[in-house]
């Protein structure tokens, strides 16, 4: 099993970006389809992004398509969310999430590991 920790959340102004980062541990990162879920105060978990195994297909909410870039180094053992163009909406606590095999699942449910989020907050 890998550990994923994000990094790299913070208070941006809407219309600005930020870069996550979720650093996986583990001998098997390449093994693993990755995805970025958030959950905002009040609200249930929700997919934003996903990634297959070796980055040659990428998912998104339709919320944030155009908007948001998920990527992976595998040689890094590390997954990205590039966030641009954000909205005060987009406000919410970011995890990363990890899963062996070859399928990006969009509900939360089907990943066994999970990081411990990362605070996204965008003024207005």
């Known amino acids: 099993q890998v550990q994923p920790v994000e990094s790299g959340g913070g208070l941006v102004q809407a219309g600005g970006s930020l870069r996550l980062s979720c650093a996986a541990s583990g001998r098997t990162f390449s093994n693993y389809v990755m995805g970025w879920f958030r959950q905002a105060p009040g609200k249930e978990r929700e997919f934003v992004a996903g990634?297959?195994?070796?980055?040659?297909?990428?998912y998104y909410a339709d919320s944030v398509k155009g908007r948001f870039t998920i990527s992976r180094d595998n040689a890094k053992n590390t997954v990205y969310l590039q966030m641009s163009s954000l909205k005060p909406e987009d406000t919410a606590v970011y995890y990363c999430?990890?899963?062996?095999?070859?399928?990006?699942?969009?509900?939360?449910?089907?990943?066994?590991?999970w990081g411990q989020g990362t605070q996204v907050t965008v003024s207005s």
């Open positions: 999430a990890a899963e062996p095999g070859i399928v990006v699942f969009i509900t939360p449910h089907r990943y066994r590991s």
């Open positions: 990634i297959s195994w070796s980055g040659g297909s990428t």
